[in-house]
């Protein structure tokens, strides 16, 4: 069964850094697109930013120039750098990634469990 799992989350004073990991598991063929979502408190889930199998990102308008997405196909991993933190940032981040697993041709669509990003004014 295939898995996702962040790391990285914590408490952060604004302006601040911090770097996400999401690391995928289990019998995986292929990896396509991988994002990064993020829910607040009282809010909707929302995507953050995205990336292709061959390196293509796009950012939701607020995150650009402060975060960068990236990934590892080796590692079956995507990074989220994030940089320049405002409180408006705080929320529980998701990892999300199409995969084709080893017993089927289509992909799905798999969800970590949520890292808490809080960034204190």
């Known amino acids: 069964q295939v898995q996702l799992v962040e790391s990285g989350g914590g408490l952060v004073q604004a302006g601040g850094s911090l770097r996400l990991s999401c690391v995928a598991s289990?019998?995986?063929?292929?990896?396509?697109?991988m994002f990064w979502h993020r829910q607040a408190p009282g809010k909707q889930r929302e995507l953050v930013t995205g990336?292709?199998?061959?390196?293509?990102?796009h950012y939701e308008e607020s995150v650009k120039g402060r975060f960068t997405i990236s990934r590892d196909n080796a590692k079956n991993t995507v990074y989220l750098q994030m940089n320049s933190l405002k409180p408006e940032d705080t929320a529980v981040y998701y990892c999300?990634?199409?995969?084709?697993?080893?017993?089927?041709?289509?992909?799905?669509?798999?969800w970590g469990q949520g890292t808490q990003v809080t960034v204190s004014s």
């Open positions: 990336i292709t199998s061959d390196g293509n990102t």
């Open positions: 999300n990634a199409n995969i084709v697993e080893s017993t089927s041709s289509l992909p799905r669509s798999y």
């Open positions: 289990g019998s995986i063929t292929r990896i396509n697109a």
